[in-house]
């Protein structure tokens, strides 16, 4: 009796030929990746070149490989000559020069606001320091200048735009933790008070290069914070016009 001999092998099942194809196009691919790295124009326009002919001209961009970054530069670019001489942006013929004859103005000007204690002047250890508590400006708690306030503030600021120098807006408070959803801690609101301090001088027409605003919340009290009054005095905003080099 005669048995049928098994079929024949028929060879390999049709989808291997295109899983075959598919890993040899991820290999392509892969190797372009790896090369990119250390690629150049000349040799990317080749690998371009093969791989439109491989995968077909819309699956590979035209556009050349970009430029590695470089390093940042913190500094920024040099200054031109004209921005040299701008250093500091002091008027070019300030009408108030000298010390005395700035505390002077600044007296004229403010002198309803001294007269009431709203305001206090005097000379700081780099210039003309004027000071002003939280009472006389803003709400506990607040960054917002009162309305009463601002043409005081805006009265200062013609003073100050006609002297050279820099011009340092610094916030100070109390020893008592803030506690605010709008505020993390003292140094943040005595911040915020220091710039909207900057913000009336700017409007008024003070050369912005010229102003620095600073928050030291509690740290550099005037008084030991020991009672309500001593707190009072430290929560306050100085003003410093720090004279001008010669």
Same mark, same amino acid.
């Given at each position: 009796?005669?048995?049928? +001999?098994?079929?024949?092998?028929?060879? +390999?099942?049709?989808? =291997?030929?295109?899983?075959? !194809?598919?890993?040899?196009?991820?290999?392509?691919?892969?190797?372009?990746l790896y #090369?990119?790295?250390?690629?150049? $124009?000349?040799?990317? &326009?080749?690998?371009?070149? #093969?791989?439109?002919?491989?995968?077909?001209? @819309?699956?590979?961009?035209? !556009?050349?490989? &970009?430029? @590695?970054?470089?390093?940042?530069?913190? %500094?920024?670019?040099?200054? /031109?000559?004209?921005?040299?001489?701008?250093?500091?942006?002091?008027? +070019?013929?300030?009408?108030?020069?000298?010390?005395?004859?700035?505390?002077?103005?600044? &007296?004229?000007?403010?002198?309803?606001?001294?007269?009431?204690?709203?305001? %206090?002047?005097?000379?700081?250890?780099?210039?003309?320091?004027?000071?002003? *508590?939280?009472? @006389?400006?803003?709400?506990?708690?607040?960054?917002?200048i009162?309305?009463?306030?601002?043409?005081?503030?805006e009265?200062v600021?013609?003073?100050?735009? %006609?002297? *050279?120098? =820099?011009?340092?807006?610094?916030?100070?408070?109390? !020893?008592? *933790?803030?506690?605010?959803?709008?505020?993390? +801690? $003292?140094?943040?609101? #005595? /911040?915020a008070?220091?710039?909207?301090?900057?913000?009336?001088?700017?409007?008024a027409?003070? /050369? *912005?290069?010229?102003?620095?605003?600073?928050?030291?919340?509690?740290?550099?009290?005037?008084?030991?914070n020991?009672?309500?009054? &001593?707190?009072?005095? $430290?929560?306050?905003?100085?003003?410093?016009?720090?004279?001008?080099?010669?």
């Open positions: 009796m005669r048995y049928r +001999s098994k079929a024949t092998a028929r060879g +390999s099942p049709a989808w =291997m030929t295109t899983f075959a !194809d598919l890993m040899a196009v991820l290999v392509v691919f892969f190797v372009m #090369s990119m790295s250390v690629i150049d $124009n000349e040799r990317y &326009q080749q690998l371009a070149e #093969s791989l439109r002919q491989v995968l077909g001209p @819309a699956v590979v961009q035209e !556009d050349t490989p &970009q430029a @590695a970054p470089t390093v940042v530069d913190l %500094e920024g670019p040099a200054p /031109t000559p004209e921005q040299e001489v701008r250093d500091d942006l002091p008027p +070019s013929d300030p009408e108030y020069d000298e010390t005395a004859e700035i505390l002077e103005a600044l &007296q004229d000007a403010l002198a309803e606001e001294l007269a009431a204690g709203e305001v %206090e002047l005097g000379e700081g250890e780099d210039g003309v320091l004027l000071r002003f *508590p939280e009472r @006389a400006a803003f709400a506990l708690g607040s960054k917002e009162s309305d009463p306030f601002v043409p005081v503030l009265r600021a013609g003073v100050l735009a %006609e002297t *050279p120098g =820099m011009i340092r807006v610094a916030g100070h408070t109390d !020893d008592i *933790p803030i506690r605010s959803d709008r505020f993390r +801690s $003292n140094f943040e609101l #005595s /911040t008070r220091a710039i909207s301090v900057v913000h009336v001088f700017k409007d027409g003070i /050369t *912005p290069e010229r102003l620095i605003a600073q928050g030291h919340g509690e740290t550099r009290p005037l008084e030991p020991e009672t309500s009054e &001593q707190r009072a005095r $430290n929560r306050r905003v100085d003003v410093h016009l720090i004279e001008a080099d010669d």
